[in-house]
């Protein structure tokens, strides 16, 4: 009886030495994230706020919570009295 290798492992095999034969052959690691940077000069302009005022329709004097503005804090149920034991 002869095993068969199983062939995901042999290309995952193949796939990270030949990423290991490939960082090899570089000068230095520190020039890899250079090649994924797009380096654009900024648009050219004054910044200003898109609301100076505010945010139009959210009240301030409210708190409002983290994960949906302008939503009104629900009231927390009412407390009901302890079961008794029999």
Do not use: W
Request: with cysteine; proline share 17%.
């Amino acid at each position: 009886m002869t095993l068969r290798p199983d062939r995901r492992l042999v290309l995952r095999t193949a796939a990270l030495g030949g990423l290991g034969l490939m960082l090899a052959g570089c000068e230095s690691l520190q020039d890899i994230p250079s090649m994924f940077e797009r380096r654009q000069a900024p648009l050219p302009g004054d910044r200003r706020p898109v609301f100076p005022e505010g945010v139009p329709g959210i009240d301030r004097s409210v708190q409002q919570p983290a994960n949906s503005p302008g939503a009104v804090p629900a009231e927390p149920p009412p407390a009901q009295p302890p079961a008794r034991g029999r």
